[in-house]
């Protein structure tokens, strides 16, 4: 119904007009910003109800999103390149691109078993790595690294850690090994917070449900940061068992999140992330079930992928 | 009946009075929040007519949909070609805050110039081209709704069996094309096109600098994210002559950019520090001898990535204006002999001359 919309203010009305009604669309939350923008406002709605009223055709079926995806959809979730082995064995430089995805796929186990709606590590800084190959045709990195809690902001300390990040070399792609430890981690005490937001979510009644965070302009509001959290550590599940040499995964956007009726004293989330692989700039779409208390943390109990489309098809002559 | 038509009229007078102005509120722009291309070009007509005495803009292009390719010409007017200063922001569509740093570094220069002598300096010896947004088919796209807020490439139709959209441009110049790091899948973000040079808009770029050759003396081109400085070459077999200059230069832009708000960016080539790739306009611009070509990648390192929050555009433009700036300074420098060194070297000259002559009396 929205599509249709915005399909019809694109052909009605000027483009303008069209970014401030759809900006209005957008971001229901924060209002219009001054006078002028609210007056436009008027002006477009006003605009819009007239060019309804005036019999317009409805659009064409070709600007409509096909209901199955026609043609190629996005390419299947990167897989590992039969890359020419150029990774060199021994001391690696910190600030180069092997050291850095190894501690990705350290910090993605690292938030898989520490992560929580108020807790997620992010790398700060490779002090130390090295490489070396190990049996069947595996390569071993050996890490030394900063993280931050990105929870605490930028006033939160930054602790150290060392891991092995085994990633496998098999036919078909299996995920990296990792062994890990870092100083200071207090693991089992979830903060006041953690259970202040369970409380509040976890009631019968409870039925959160938002699309699109961070909104196109990086917007997010504070109420629904836990939730971000949340999906990020879930989608850490994902990313580390995706992940290879060749791969650098972050997530871009919950695209959709969806409350489920609470489970066993768990909180119930239905999300849809999407995320980026660096060398090949794709975006994944994963659907995700995962359920999270302060007691049990975060698990994920089904993950999809799903294909990406209609962007990338033509639309049907 | 009267009043209300007379109430649709103010409407109409008010948002006529707003269009005007570009839609640019109390005529004073927000470089805090992204702006549609709509915003960005009424904001490119104000500059031109706010600094008419060193701002000009040029047409050097269309984009496949037929939009204008545009650029900001800056510096002082002169009878003569002067050597110049080469930035396009929003070659990729989905890095919003590339576009947004280019206006920030427009606001600068144009906000300085008069009273800051380096940049009044640079004004009198160089000229700026700056592209503001160079994909704007992709950007307009990336700001139709939710679903096309990723969106990279530019927006030609697949040639052949091929049903999906675009071509990553960054792969698409002539510079050792579709040798490494690329795709030859149509659907592929990283497909660099059917042929070299088949998309308009790196066409474009490409007729630009040839023509400008002997002008340019530095090439930098603005991304996010990942908070790098990238020289060239993307291939991991091939060494710019002037490798070690330019990581010397880059790394010096590095820590002008920490010093700001503490964010840490690394220096490098793509095969060392992101990935290799072929088909890049930084590698384009150092093949044909524009000596100080680098790409910028922005904030963040990932957190958010492409959608960084608006509240950080303006620290994000700040630190990278720095950065930009001294790799400027630095080509600026070298140059043009400072006057101070001028009246040094005719000072030291002197006295040489001086103590010769009078050894000679002795």
Known sequence: MLSVIHTHLESVSSR?????????????????????????????????????????????????PPLVCRGATDPAPPQPETQEDMASTGDLEPTHFPARRAAQVALHHLNTLHGSPFRVFGL?????????????????????????????????????????????????????????????????????????????????????????LPDSYGNMSEDMQPFWRLARVAASFIMLRESSENTEFNMVQVASITQQESSEKQLMLDYVVLLHDLPSQEIVQWKLLVSWSPDRGVRVLQTEWQPRCPHATKPPN | MKGSVISVLVVFALVAQDRLAGGLEHRSYDYTKYHTMDEISAWMNQMERENPDVVSSMIYGQTYENRNITLLKIGFNSTTPKK????????????????????????????????????????????????????????????????????RKSRSPGTGNCTCFGTDPNSNFYANWGMVGNSRNCCSDLYNGPTALSEPETKAVTDFLGAHQNQLLCYLTVHSFGQLILVPYGHPNISAPNYDELMEVGLAAAKAITAVHGKSYKVGTPPDVLYA?????????????????????????????????????????EEAYQGAMSIINYVHDKNFKSAAITVTATLWTTLTALWISSANVF
């Open chain 2, 84 to 151: 110049a200063i080469w930035m396009d922001c929003g070659i990729h569509a989905r890095e919003w805050i590339a576009p947004a740093f280019c206006q920030h570094f427009v606001k600068e220069i144009l906000g300085s110039y008069k009273t800051d002598s380096k940049v009044n300096k640079m004004f009198k010896n160089l000229d700026f081209y700056i592209t503001p947004v160079l994909n704007m088919d992709g950007y307009i796209y990336s700001w139709r709704d939710n679903t096309t807020r990723l969106w």
């Open chain 1, 124 to 212: 700060q800084q490779v002090h130390k790595a090295s490489a070396e190959d190990v049996a069947a045709g595996g390569r071993k990195y050996s890490l030394d690294f900063s993280v931050t809690d990105w929870a605490s902001g930028s006033a939160g300390p930054a602790l150290r850690c060392s891991a092995e990040v085994m990633f496998p070399r098999t036919q078909q792609h299996s995920g990296p090994e990792v062994q890990l430890r870092c100083e200071a981690l207090q693991q089992v005490s979830s903060t006041a917070e953690e259970h202040a937001f369970y409380q509040k979510y976890v009631t019968p009644d409870s039925a959160v449900s938002a699309q699109h």
């Open chain 2, 277 to 317: 790739n072929s088909g890049s306009s930084r590698d384009f611009a150092r093949l044909i001898g524009i000596p100080y070509s680098f790409t910028f990648e922005l904030r963040d390192e990932g957190k958010y990535g492409f959608i960084l929050p608006e509240d950080q555009i303006q620290p994000a433009c």
């Open chain 1, 16 to 64: 303008l007009c069209y970014a401030t009604v759809l900006r209005f669309i957008n971001s229901s939350s924060s209002g219009p910003r001054s006078s002028p923008e609210r007056i436009m406002k008027a002006f477009c709605s006003l605009w819009l109800l007239l060019s309804l009223v005036e019999l317009s055709p409805a659009p064409p079926a070709s600007q409509e």
